[in-house]
């Protein structure tokens, strides 16, 4: 699978003017980058007069003068001369698991839905694509989330520039990184794509903190003061610490999802409590149907009941992707054929792919749904009538969405 390069733990407070998690940002950053200083300054003598520019996309231009670049590899950094509106101190994110997961959902859906290809598109032709292809794969599925954020209007790009934006201040330091950032805004989703292919290595290399990078492109892109608008009171931040770990929260996955931060899973906004009373204030559910859906499933939520209720828009996204949160780890299921959502027959009987990403993986998962024998449940009387002791987490995401189905993972040792 093409992936966006994973990044250090990092995140993003939108609630004052984002701050408190700047020196995170800043350590994790350059503990990355020290590991490449000594060659980038090889790099930079040898390599210096002879980097090729690149053609203009309808690019917001500021800050054209050039300086050597010494604390990230230079074919990370592009050149000042690129144009681009550089990035103030007041702007200056992990959930990275969660994010490289929808990234890999959208490639899925350009390799089985996005090229030209027969109707009958199978997995298999998945496994036959070139290094060219996926390239094309992970800049069409970034350019998709990242247009979708911005209303299919407009869309921001962040780089790192070979030049500074900024000077410190008492409440900053510098990190090398931060402040070489550049946005790059664009009114047309195709010069978007060609953009980010054109410089794909900056989200998918060693060392390009890509995940951090596209994080600032999502939230650029959607704008900040339309993210204040997406939350509710119940949520002023798109990530949260958990054992020493970045966390996506809902809004985040659902700005990833369905282009708009909202909080939560449920459909539409929510105006009274269960009892119909008027709550005081309204709480932000999911508004529209995405390309790629989502499922959920956590053994100790559901154990306590407190497993978040996913809405249909989730549920049933308009390609059959779906993005899953599994006891906090994420995974995609999907399927090659389109029908699956639109045609109740094609769900009687059918087959589902399952990816994890994880090395321990070595073949993608091949799982036969059939909706229509309940067996499982007249055989599990055996142990009271919870089902979720005896079967795997994949299998009980799987019936949030088809409740009752019987999942058979065709001789692979059922996981998670």
């Known amino acids: 699978m093409t992936d966006l390069k994973d990044s250090p733990k990092t995140t993003r407070n939108l609630h004052t003017s984002l701050p408190s998690y700047i020196e995170l940002l800043q350590e994790d950053v350059k503990r990355h980058q020290d590991r490449h200083t000594e060659k980038t300054k090889a790099d930079e003598e040898s390599d210096d007069t002879s980097r090729p520019t690149t053609s203009n996309h309808h690019i917001t231009a500021q800050n054209n003068q050039l300086t050597v670049p010494y604390s990230i590899p230079q074919t990370l950094a592009v050149s000042p001369s690129l144009g681009g509106q550089p990035l103030s101190p007041e702007l200056a994110v992990g959930g990275a698991r969660a994010i490289q997961m929808v990234v890999q959902a959208h490639v899925i859906k350009y390799l089985l839905f996005g090229r030209q290809l027969n109707s009958d598109c199978k997995v298999q032709s998945m496994k036959e694509v070139g290094e060219k292809e996926q390239r094309r794969a992970l800049a069409t599925g970034l350019t998709d989330i990242l247009w979708t954020a911005g209303e299919e209007q407009t869309a921001t790009v962040s780089l790192v520039t070979s030049d500074r934006c900024f000077t410190p201040h008492l409440d900053y330091k510098l990190d090398s990184f931060t402040e070489r950032l550049q946005l790059f805004t664009f009114y047309k989703k195709e010069d978007v794509r060609a953009f980010i292919y054109d410089h794909i290595q ?31 009171f119940t949520t002023s931040h798109l990530l949260h610490l958990s054992l020493g770990n970045f966390v996506c929260r809902p809004a985040l996955l659902n700005l990833l999802l369905t282009g708009r931060a909202s909080p939560h899973v449920f459909n539409g906004t929510l105006h009274n409590d269960e009892q119909g009373k008027p709550l005081a204030h309204p709480l932000h559910g999911v508004l529209t149907r995405s390309d790629v859906g989502y499922l959920l499933w956590n053994r100790e939520e559901a154990g ?45 009987l059918f087959h589902l792919s399952f990816y994890n990403g994880q090395p321990t993986q070595s073949h993608i998962a091949r799982l036969t749904i059939d909706t229509h024998s309940h ?42």
């Open 375 to 416: 067996h499982w449940e007249a055989e599990d009387n055996d142990i009271q009538g919870d089902p979720e002791k005896k079967f795997p987490s994949v299998e009980m995401t799987i019936r949030t969405k088809w409740e009752g189905a019987v999942i058979d993972w065709n001789g692979t040792v059922p996981f998670f």
């Open 202 to 232: 900056n989200f998918k290399e060693e060392g390009s903190h890509g995940v951090i990078l596209f994080l600032y492109s999502l939230i650029f892109s959607r704008s900040i003061d339309r993210i204040r608008e997406d939350f509710d």
């Open 304 to 348: 306590h009941a407190k497993l978040p209720q996913v809405g249909s828009m989730l549920k049933t996204p308009k390609l059959p992707i779906w993005v899953c949160n599994i006891n906090s780890t994420y995974s995609v299921l999907f399927s090659p054929n389109r029908s699956l959502l639109s045609d109740w027959r094609m769900e009687h």
